[in-house]
């Protein structure tokens, strides 16, 4: 009678390749996560521009004001500003032509929600800060009619927002800049840089 030979995995071949599997695995696993903060902070970044932007246009085009104030109450029936400058918890940008600073649905001749943000969670660590005392000090971005960025009494509010996460301002290359700046210049134009000079540090 012939035996027939099963052929299969030696104990020694299972472990190599339980330990290649494993090697793979901890090299993979932080490139993930790598990829996902990296790409966090573009979509906040870009989401960020756009409310600016979609503000400014709106007060041009309608001959009002506007404005975006972080917000943690924005899937709420009536979002508020939260006179906060910790911009990553949200925020709304809305055309305010009564000119009180105040979003009112109820009158919607007035006062039109242009775009919000709902924020991140906070285990993701991410901060969406400016530095410009002036914003800091009113917590909201106005624009006029004309599109600057002012207060009513027309104090300028540019500024530099920053982007960071809990990985910092730089890569520990020492290279790669991971943090972003949007400068809101005093015409109201808005610009994106990764320019580590520029930005300095997170806040």
């Avoid at 109820?106 to 924020?119: F, R």
């Avoid at 971005?141 to 500024?159: D, E, H, I, Y």
Wanted: hydrophobic fraction near 45%; charge should be neutral.
């Amino acid at each position: 009678m012939t035996m027939k030979r099963i052929s299969g995995f030696t104990l020694l071949e299972l472990m190599m390749v339980l330990v290649i599997a494993a090697i793979l695995l901890g090299i993979g696993v932080p490139s993930m996560q790598e990829f996902i903060k990296n790409n966090r902070l573009i979509t906040i970044n870009n989401e960020f521009v756009s409310s600016l932007q979609v503000a400014r246009s709106a007060a041009i085009q309608h001959s009002g004001v506007a404005y975006v104030c972080a917000s943690s109450t924005v899937n709420n029936a009536v979002p508020v500003c939260n006179n906060s400058n910790n911009w990553e918890s949200g925020w709304m940008a809305f055309l305010d032509t009564a000119g009180d600073g105040v979003f009112n649905p109820a009158d919607p001749e007035n006062d039109v929600l242009l775009k919000v943000w709902d924020g991140v969670p906070f285990s993701s660590q991410v901060s969406v800060r400016t530095n410009s005392a002036n914003i800091n000090a009113v917590h909201y971005v106005r624009f006029n009619s004309r599109g600057l960025p002012t207060t009513a009494t027309g104090v300028g509010l540019q500024g530099m927002f920053k982007i960071c996460d809990d990985r910092g301002l730089m890569h520990p290359d020492g290279i790669t800049v991971l943090g972003k700046g949007i400068t809101l210049s005093a015409s109201g134009s808005v610009r994106t840089t990764r320019d580590s000079a520029q930005i300095v540090s997170c806040l």
